[in-house]
T-cell receptor, first 111, second 113 residues
Framework: QQQVKQSPQSLIVQKGGISIINCAYE??????FPWYQQFPGKGPALLIA?????SEKKEGRFTISFNKSAKQFSLHIMDSQPGDSATYFC??????????FGAGTRLTVKP | DSGVTQTPKHLITATGQRVTLRCSPR?????VYWYQQSLDQGLQFLIQ???????AKGNILERFSAQQFPDLHSELNLSSLELGDSALYFC????????????FGPGTRLTVL
């Protein structure tokens, strides 16, 4: 049963543009919301994560915005680069157990 | 390189067979997680072990089982294989069950013919 809904399925952005990926969750008990980046042939790698007691977290060009009341969170990639082209997964878990993943967004950054 | 190793990289087998996937966690990590990634189901959590004990169970079929050994490596056993079991199987590890970051291995691609 999917508890994390991710959109869009695919995204094409010009180099230097902003990439935005959205996720919505159902279970209010979730307390950890990571974003993973996956390149073809590789395992997912943690990009950035947030807990529900903060509304925003920024690491370099990557920002998570979190809206607890709306049960939504999003990933913003500023100044997108061709090297950012990958599949991005949002996820949610309780105490890092039983991680529930979104369906993934395939991002293509055109030079 | 995440420090998590998985063997084999690829596995091709027939329906009805049994296979074992192996995972070695990062040095010092006590928790091991198994995930299945397929086109139709996406990335799904299967099971977690912490220091040799099962800690959490996700969408793992009864035909599948796992264990974590005293040296902390883990094995995922898949039996009575079906075509639908064809997928990428990832192992991840973390320091302990409350530690946030999970480091994923490169995966084992299983093809059931």
């Amino acid at each position: 049963q999917q508890q994390v809904k991710q959109s869009p399925q695919s995204l094409i952005v010009q180099k230097g543009g902003i990439s935005i990926i959205n996720c919505a969750y159902e279970n209010t008990a979730f307390d950890y919301f990571p974003w993973y980046q996956q390149f073809p042939g590789k395992g997912p790698a943690l990009l950035i994560a947030i807990r529900p007691d903060v509304s925003e977290k920024k690491e370099g060009r990557f920002t998570i915005s979190f809206n607890k009341s709306a049960k939504q969170f999003s990933l913003h990639i500023m100044d997108s680069q061709p090297g950012d082209s990958a599949t991005y997964f949002c996820a949610a878990s309780i105490n890092n157990n039983d991680m529930r993943f979104g369906a993934g967004t395939r991002l293509t950054v055109k030079p | 390189d995440s420090g998590v190793t998985q063997t084999p990289k690829h596995l091709i087998t027939a329906t009805g067979q049994r296979v074992t996937l192996r995972c070695s966690p990062r040095s010092g990590d006590l928790s091991v997680y198994w995930y299945q990634q397929s086109l139709d189901q996406g990335l799904q959590f299967l099971i977690q072990y912490y220091n040799g004990e099962e800690r959490a169970k996700g969408n793992i079929l009864e035909r599948f089982s796992a264990q974590q050994f005293p040296d902390l490596h883990s094995e995922l056993n898949l039996s009575s294989l079906e075509l639908g079991d064809s997928a990428l199987y990832f192992c991840a590890s973390s320091v302990d069950r409350l530690e946030d970051e999970q480091f994923f291995g490169p995966g084992t691609r299983l093809t059931v013919l």
